[in-house]
């Protein structure tokens, strides 16, 4: 009887180890990203010391919104532990409180032309998509980027609030498939 449950033993002390890295490397703040919006693999929260400013690469929980829940529903977007059930997003800051983002084919930050911004109508499955309208980005609110061309970004969601802002997207080891 004995020799039956040596694999079981195993097998639970493996699964505890699992259990243990995965949870330390949680609370380092390591997050594995399996997007295609930026590189794949390893990345760490750096906590943010300052106010988030232009440029800077965020993970950040999305709201738990209607508009969410359907990105969830197609797919743009996948389960985790942000209010709503929703996973955090590595985004770039493109546009902070104040700035006027104007949507067109393209993206444009007060009057200049955002990089890989093309807008498009419908997503990979020919659905439907309904891009921002534009403004002056309001207080406490962030609009949010990425150069992936098939990115579900602010160009569709507009503008979120900042509070969901967990901290810096910093990549550990990451790589492009």
Not at 14 to 33: E, F, K, T, Y
Not at 92 to 110: L, N
Not at 134 to 149: K, M, N, Q, T, W
């Amino acid at each position: 009887m004995t020799v039956r449950r040596f694999p079981l033993v195993i097998l639970a002390a493996g699964a505890g180890l699992v259990a243990a890295v995965a949870g330390a490397s949680w609370g380092a703040g390591l997050r594995i990203n399996m997007t295609p919006s930026y590189p794949r693999g390893v990345w760490r929260i750096e906590t943010v010391d300052r106010a988030v400013a232009a440029g800077d690469l965020v993970f950040i929980c999305p709201p738990d919104t209607a508009e969410f829940e359907r990105a969830f529903a197609r797919g743009y977007i996948r389960r985790g532990l942000c209010a709503g059930g929703l996973s955090p997003l590595i985004k770039t800051v493109a546009a902070v409180s104040g700035q006027q983002v104007d949507v067109a084919d393209q993206v444009s930050i007060d009057g200049r032309p955002l990089p890989d911004s093309d807008v498009r109508h419908t997503d990979a499955a020919g659905r439907p998509l309904a891009p921002f309208a534009g403004g002056v980005i309001p207080a406490g609110e962030l609009y949010l980027h990425s150069d992936f061309a098939g990115s579900y970004d602010s160009r569709y969601f507009g503008p979120i609030s900042s509070s969901g802002v967990l901290g810096l997207a910093r990549p550990v080891l990451t790589f492009n498939p």
